[in-house]
C-alpha cells in the first residue's frame, strides 16, 4: 500500500523556522523524483520545491528561494522542506507528492495528506 505521510507543521511565528517530513512506503521511493506542494484557502495549489530521484537537480518556485531547502535521504524514505525566514504568506497547506521517474514507474502519482502550515503573531 502507498502512503505518504507528511509532518513537522503547525504554528510559528514570522521570521521562524520549521522543517516539514515526508516519509513513503509502500513503493521504491529511489525511482521517484519528490515536490512539495503548498495550498491556502481560494487559491490554486501551488508548486514549491522539486527534487530528483538521486537529488541531483533540484528547483524552487521563487517565491520561496533562498529561504525553503529540498532535500531527500533514500535510505530512510523521506523527502524534507526545510522553511527559514517564514512570512504569513506561506501559510498553507503543504503536500509532498511521488512522481515516477523511471521507464517502469512513469505515470506513478502520489500523494500524501498535507499538513499544516500557519505563519502568524
Known amino acids: 500500500q502507498v502512503q505518504l505521510v507528511e509532518s513537522g507543521g503547525g504554528l510559528v511565528q514570522p521570521g521562524g523556522s520549521l522543517r516539514l517530513s515526508c516519509a513513503a512506503s509502500?513503493?521504491?521511493?529511489?525511482?521517484?523524483?519528490m515536490k512539495w506542494y503548498r495550498q491556502s484557502p481560494g487559491k490554486e495549489r501551488e508548486l514549491v520545491a522539486v527534487?530528483?530521484?538521486?537529488?541531483?537537480?533540484?528547483n524552487y518556485a521563487d517565491s520561496v528561494k533562498g529561504r525553503f531547502t529540498i532535500s531527500r535521504d533514500n535510505a530512510k524514505n523521506t523527502v524534507y522542506l526545510q522553511m527559514n525566514s517564514l512570512k504569513p504568506e506561506d501559510t498553507a497547506v503543504y503536500y509532498c507528492?511521488?512522481?515516477?521517474?523511471?521507464?517502469?514507474?512513469?505515470?506513478?502519482?502520489?500523494w500524501g495528506q498535507g499538513t499544516q502550515v500557519t505563519v502568524s503573531s
Open positions: 507528492n511521488a512522481v515516477g521517474s523511471t521507464f517502469a514507474t512513469i505515470g506513478d502519482d502520489y
Open positions: 509502500g513503493f521504491t521511493f529511489s525511482s521517484y523524483g
Open positions: 527534487i530528483t530521484s538521486r537529488g541531483d537537480s533540484i
